[in-house]
């Protein structure tokens, strides 16, 4: 089989938040039946942990190599990542220093790309959190320092342009921050509050942060918190919203295959 169709992502070490990153996975390879599914995790510390485990998850840049001698010459990568930011701009320059290995190598966009996707993703949080009397939802994303982290505050307002007040968006590394959501939610007294990983996985940061930091905060600030131990991996309309971009990446893909046979 000359293709292949890369899963990436950042990886998790909690056995079961690992499921979301496989229901992802295996939603991307059932739209490329004639490439060959092959899995990476971006992440050093989560491959190093795995390893310990005795489970073997190569980097990219060891996948690309690997194939490269085995004679693949089409290569599409699709990330998991939920916007672009530095790991995306890492995965970007490891599969670029193959270019010349393969005669097609192209990296897909993540999945909130565009503010088409970043309108439907808002509408269908709505959808799974109907409005409660006196109830709220806080969103946990990851932030990050790169410019991306505009994502959050642009998520934030797509989802009061719903119409939804009570859904509010932190971040654990960025901006808004878990004081920008307590500050908010002071308004009209305390709250029954729905604390929600805004990530592909319910993982690390979902038991320590989420569980660990967040909900003791809330509770300081006076409401009563539910932590939901729910990955957005998890989701079908995610996973259905992660299949549109592998089918955008694969017909990049394809066209820089004609293009190459057509040059030689």
Not at 118 to 144: I, K
Not at 168 to 175: I, K, R
Not at 219 to 247: D, I, K, N, Q
Request: proline share 6%; aromatic share 8%; charged share 25%.
């Amino acid at each position: 089989m000359g293709r292949v169709l890369i899963a990436a992502s950042f990886g998790t070490s909690v056995p079961e938040a690992r499921r979301a990153v496989t229901a992802v996975e295996e939603a991307l390879w059932r739209e490329a039946p004639a490439y060959k599914p092959v899995r990476i995790f971006t992440s050093p510390t989560i491959r190093r942990i795995l390893a310990g485990r005795g489970e073997n998850v190569p980097s990219l840049t060891e996948a690309l190599e690997q194939l490269s001698h085995s004679g693949i010459r089409c290569a599409a990568v699709q990330p998991t990542h939920l916007l672009y930011g530095i790991e995306y701009d890492k995965l970007k320059a490891e599969a670029e220093a193959f270019a010349g290995k393969y005669g097609a190598l192209a990296v897909g966009r993540p999945l909130l790309a565009d503010a088409a996707a970043l309108q439907a993703f808002a509408s269908r949080l709505c959808g799974d959190y109907p409005p409660e009397d006196g109830g709220a939802v806080v969103f946990m994303g990851h932030g990050t320092e790169h410019f991306a982290n505009a994502v959050y505050p642009a998520l934030q307002t797509a989802l009061r342009l719903e119409g939804r007040e009570d859904l509010l968006v932190g971040t654990v590394e960025g901006w808004p921050a878990l004081e920008d959501a307590v500050r908010q939610l002071a308004a009209g007294g305390p709250k029954r509050v729905r604390l929600v990983p805004l990530m592909l996985v319910a993982g690390d940061h979902a038991r320590n942060d989420m569980d660990g930091e967040w909900k003791p905060r809330l509770e300081e600030a006076g409401h009563a918190v539910l932590c939901e131990f729910t990955g957005l991996g998890e989701r079908p309309w995610v996973r259905e919203m992660y299949a549109e971009r592998v089918r955008e990446l694969l017909e990049r893909i394809e066209r820089e295959e004609e293009a190459a046979w057509q040059s030689d």
